[in-house]
């Protein structure tokens, strides 16, 4: 039979424990930084040429600049 007065010492499962929980989450933060990393410069890099296919489309873009007077000939029905 146990002596239920007598006290067990885990305190080196206690530090084991707190250790390996620490190096678990130092190795998440660290994928986690490296991760947002790439993500952030692919996103920079789509960025730069978000908006190109409408610079070509603004190059052929001609507004019709018309006068009152020059409406009836511009309107055929």
Request: aromatic share 6%; hydrophobic share 45%.
């Given at each position: 039979?146990k002596?239920p007065?007598k006290?067990?010492?885990?305190?080196g499962?206690?530090?084991?424990?707190?250790?390996?929980?620490?190096?678990f989450?130092g190795?998440?933060?660290?994928l986690?930084?490296?991760?947002?990393?790439d993500?952030?410069?692919a996103?920079?890099?789509l960025?730069?040429?978000?908006?190109?296919?409408?610079?070509?489309?603004?190059?052929?873009?001609?507004?019709?600049?018309?006068?009152?007077?020059?409406?009836?000939?511009v309107i055929?029905?």
């Amino acid at each position: 039979m146990k002596n239920p007065f007598k006290k067990h010492d885990n305190s080196g499962k206690l530090v084991a424990g707190l250790a390996l929980g620490a190096a678990f989450a130092g190795a998440i933060v660290y994928l986690y930084i490296k991760r947002k990393a790439d993500i952030d410069a692919a996103a920079a890099e789509l960025k730069e040429h978000a908006q190109d296919y409408l610079k070509e489309k603004r190059r052929e873009a001609k507004k019709l600049k018309t006068d009152v007077s020059e409406l009836a000939n511009v309107i055929h029905h």
